[in-house]
């Protein structure tokens, strides 16, 4: 093993400073020397074979470090994460450091080959696989235990000596990218490739999608407009509109996966293995032997977790759906005092006041949604998961079915409770609209302008004490260590899903849900970019090959909506003169329509490949290719074997 | 290359004959001789390295060929066509040549670490491995073209040439087979091990299917019992039977999958790796480059299969059904015409000509379903599908899609058009009990007759001229050469897809259902095995890992019978009574009602995991030390390449 690595002990003067790790203030001195030996030790001893460098600050109570690493050693950490990267012959394939030469744009003095985002993944992997040997605890501070095999930098960030780290921003690359992606006047694709260059696949992914799904809702805000302008009301124009709607969510969907593997592949990641799942930082349990691995380490009991799912987290969120409702019903007796007034003293003032209560109930929606998701955090915390994957399972599914019936209820009880058709839609165009200008709002303009404030000032007390040449960089990492962190892509999908919901489960009354939705996404695309380069530190490149669990939640609000939208027609006044002896020929009609579409649904899921053709033959000959090889080097070992 | 299985030359005198390859009479000299060679020769020659013997009969005018192998050759194939097989540490684990020390039972003098079966697998798969080299066409017939990488045995095969390869039976093994599998006449789990040992996974995975599909059936058949006996027609019973009867197949649905997982992670098949697919038999087309395996071999453009699929067999199905509807209304009419019979001249001739209709009925259905059989094998034939497994998916498509109609359409439209619950339960009975009948006796006693008249005949034969010591095994051959072919497990579980649907689709009007196919379904494992040990040649064994598209089939089924049985349910004259005043009302509640079992369906099939845990940590125990062991084996290179 020690032999592998010592190619790399030749020291290489150029350090450029990728990853910054910064200490609490006051951390003991040996910690920091056993934490920052641990860093450069070689792999042999245990150690991760990376260059620190500490920050010279003005005051040196701050402990920030940079973190960076040997050209060398970055392409061997590509190969122990798998990364895959495009060869000569434009397939793509697992890089390992025996092959380099047959990779495309490989040379071994060319330190791009690896993009900024790459290296800084490798380094943050290499660090959180840093690993406990024969320390019972870290050293300097007894009550911070460790076993062997855990991972350093998870105890140590969980004990809280460890405040953060993080990536540092190219500001070179950023501009440029700043500058393809919102800063030219001129409508175009996102230069997608590049964002994935530097922000990682996860956030490439989003912006791909909400690219795509604002491309794939143009036309159907194409076809909503004139029912608008000309205020057609026809029974078959709008059965027509719906169908179609209907339909193409089910494409859009469909076409989303073919789309999303074309990209991935060219990414890379979806041929990426994936890797064995440690313990998320905060899963706490009593030291055991985990089955899988055989290592000792924490272990909680799995009939414990599911006893707390289904006995509290369970109960506690039926509770949260009946107060939602309940404040459902306020909102309702608000809006029929609001009518009252109206009709008692007709003014403007009065009629003003009729959309009170419904941008009122917005706000409250807003804020319940907020509130609702931190005692969805802390409850999916104290659950206990022992890896992130289920953590961020049980909490989407927790945060989802919240603000689902948070949004949807009053528009259900409206539509299926009241019939007001005039009212729905009313109620349709306040939340939709409320909750795009509270969101754009909330999200990046206040983060951004606060963020601004921040630098100006910043900037000023920096002027007033210029010091050395390496100021440009330690302003950049004060400034960058000081900004929010990004939480990962979970509320902008959240939004997003929130919004194909208002645009398809009641299409057929408001077809100009599309139009705003569509309005919306274009300067959504705009003030995400912004807070992604502007206000929020750089985040950690996280290869992925999905959207993941949102798949299933757009395609779960398009069956729902099939239901909704064929309800609402079978309610329209047009269809009802259709039937005029009886209602029950009308309502078995509907239910057979509604049946035929969502059989005609999922066979058209089921008959649609989820990847391109010429996707599943480039995988195909990878798999053929890797059988291939596994059979020649079964060949090779016996010849190995024999010649012993 | 040559090197590796050079130590396989040495002379192996102990001669077991695992296979027979017939080939046509008449076969030229120069053709036998070719084939020979190429099944003994080296595999450095491109040869399959096997050992050949021809079997002498009495007239030498039969080119029968035995074809065995060397105990050493046997372990090498296995290792080639990924044999998963038990560690000393329980675990499963891929068969490597070098590592079967470790394995369980592994002694170089145990010749029983192989089964049977799969000694005869193996040489099948290395046989259908044997490929043209420099042959332009078979010697000795230039019509049959070769290219460099066809299988010679397909290629022989499809010109005529050889008639058959099949694997033979093991006289002592089937007597302790059958002796254990229905040889005593008491009550228990069939001996799924050794049925799975003798036969492969696909045959002991169907009885295990069925067996598990009996005993799932047993609640309801229990539960349905006293609705027969006591007459309950209460509503509130016929709607609790229904529930139960909705979520219990639900629950049987997920619960074999965790079965299957289990059964085939103990055979080994869960872990195996698919196999790259070469082209069926069957297959033709222009010489071209595959583009997966960059091999020169027959090319057939996709779109043109498309327009075989979408414009000729489509609408030929189509046509079909529409056929089989057509048949359905003369049925109508038949059972009219009967019914006025019997109320002119009533007696008992002419309450049993009531069910004559119906009998013929079901007879036509089945002679209908045998021929749409053999018109969807010769389109799906046509359509020139690649795959193997292409072909048959879109075989059993077509096939299901007609036998659902034709057994169930005359249900549907008693039940939804004629309203009559009566005839509905009169006409379920007669469908399932005739098609029982006459599969039990089509599938299984009539070939048994036939074969054991065959056999009779033969053995006088036989017993005349006596010759040789070798007359056993000659005898053997020649009596199992002329059984009959079994051609897959398909038109057994078409068998129960089809009682599925009888049991669950109106299980509200006929809870007996079940108790019919529990009765049918134990004597039908008793015929089957019957079948599989005395009828058909032996088959060779084909590892699966489960029951592929049938659990979708059988889904899809369950999704169905939620419609149908709240549809009866709504239209059961005690739910019509709760609802005296509106049948809107009565209509809405039914619709709701639905919605909620096929969400709480969808909920139940997403939450119950499809592994069982211990079986989860064991794939995942394996996933994680392969990683671990690529991991190794980087470092292990490197330190090679280091070294040299």
């Known amino acids: 093993m020690a032999e592998s690595w010592s190619f790399l002990d030749t020291f290489e003067p150029d350090f450029r400073p990728l990853v910054v790790v910064e200490l609490a203030k006051g951390t003991k001195e040996e910690t920091i020397e056993w934490f920052t030996k641990r860093i450069v030790d070689k792999k042999a001893n245990g150690g991760a074979q990376l260059m620190v460098k500490p920050l010279a600050t003005e005051n040196g109570d701050e402990n920030i470090y940079l973190v960076g690493a040997s050209h060398l050693r970055l392409l061997l950490g590509a190969e122990t994460v798998g990364l895959v990267k495009e060869c000569n012959d434009n397939s793509m394939r697992t890089f390992t450091y025996s092959s380099r ?20 993944y490798i ?17 300097g501070y007894p009550q911070a235990k460790l ?87 026809d029974y078959d124009k709008y059965v027509m509109f719906a169908t179609f709607n209907l339909l193409w969510s089910t494409v859009i969907l469909e076409v989303w996966k073919r789309m999303c593997a074309i990209m991935t592949y060219r990414w890379g990641t979806l041929l990426m293995k994936r890797q064995f799942e440690e313990p998320r930082p905060g899963f706490h349990g009593v030291l055991g032997i985990n089955p899988i691995t ?85 409850l999916t915390s104290w659950e206990n998961h022992r890896l992130e994957s289920s953590y961020q399972n049980h909490l989407i599914l927790k945060v989802l079915v919240f603000n689902f019936l948070n949004c949807f209820a009053s528009l259900f009880y409206i539509a299926f409770v009241l019939f007001d058709m005039k009212l729905l839609r009313q109620s349709l165009a306040t939340l939709l609209i409320t909750s795009q200008i509270l969101n ?36 950049q990492v004060k400034l960058e260590k000081e900004m929010g962190t990004y939480f990962g892509t979970f509320d902008d999908y959240l939004e997003l899903f929130l919004q194909f919901g208002y645009v398809s489960l009641f299409s057929c009354v408001y077809p100009l849900a599309a139009v705003f939705a569509v ?46 939208n064929c309800i609402l027609i079978g309610m329209s006044p047009q269809v009802n003169a259709l039937f005029p002896d009886s209602k029950v020929d009308l309502i078995l009609t509907v239910a057979l329509v509604e049946h035929l579409l969502l059989a005609i649904k999922f066979i058209m899921a089921f008959v649609i490949p989820d990847k391109p053709r010429d996707i599943q033959i480039k995988l195909a000959k990878l798999e053929f290719e890797s059988v291939e090889a596994l059979k020649q080097q079964v060949r090779a070992t016996d010849m190995y074997n024999s010649e012993k």
Chains 1, 2 share one sequence.
């Open 123 to 139: 380094i943050k992997h290499e660090l959180e696989n840093l690993r406990a040997k024969g320390e019972k605890m870290i050293p």
């Open 440 to 475: 754009q709002f909330a999200e990046s303009l206040l983060p951004y302008w606060l963020q601004k404030r921040h630098k100006k000032r910043m900037k000023k007390r920096m002027c007033s004490l210029k010091t050395d040449m390496d100021l440009p960089l330690v302003e």
């Open 519 to 564: 309005l919306n996404n274009i300067t959504e695309i705009y003030s995400d970019a912004l807070k992604m380069c502007r206000v929020y530190k750089r985040p950690f490149a996280e290869p992925t090959a999905n959207i993941g669990v949102w798949q299933l939640a757009f395609e779960t609000m398009s069956v729902i909506s099939v239901v909704t």
């Open 294 to 378: 055989g290592r000792e380490e924490p272990v909680y009991s799995s009939i414990k977790r599911q006893i707390r799912v289904y006995l509290v987290s369970l109960p506690f969120v039926c509770l949260c759906l009946y107060f939602s409702l309940y404040v459902m019903m306020i909102y309702f007796d608000l809006e029929q005092w609001a009518l009252d007034y109206h009709e008692k003293n007709e003014s403007n003032f009065s009629n003003l006041m009729l959309f009170v209560p419904s941008i009122i109930y917005a706000v409250v929606i807003e804020i319940m949604n907020r509130i609702y998701r931190y005692a969805a955090e802390f």
């Open 147 to 233: 076993y062997p095999g855990k991972s350093i930098v998870r105890r140590l960030l969980t004990s809280g000596i460890l405040v953060q780290i993080f990536p540092l921003h190219d500001r070179e690359e950023l501009k440029k990218l700043r500058h393809s992606w919102y800063g030219q006047m001129k409508v175009g694709y996102q230069p997608l490739d590049e964002i994935r260059c530097y922000f990682g696949e996860t956030i490439a992914l989003y912006f791909g999608f909400l690219e795509y799904f604002t491309f794939a809702l143009i036309p159907m805000a194409v076809i909503g407009i004139p029912y608008y302008v000309f205020a057609w009301e």
């Open 101 to 120: 030469k047959t990779f495309k744009d490989f040379a071994d003095d060319n330190h791009n080959f690896l993009t900024m985002a790459e290296c800084q």
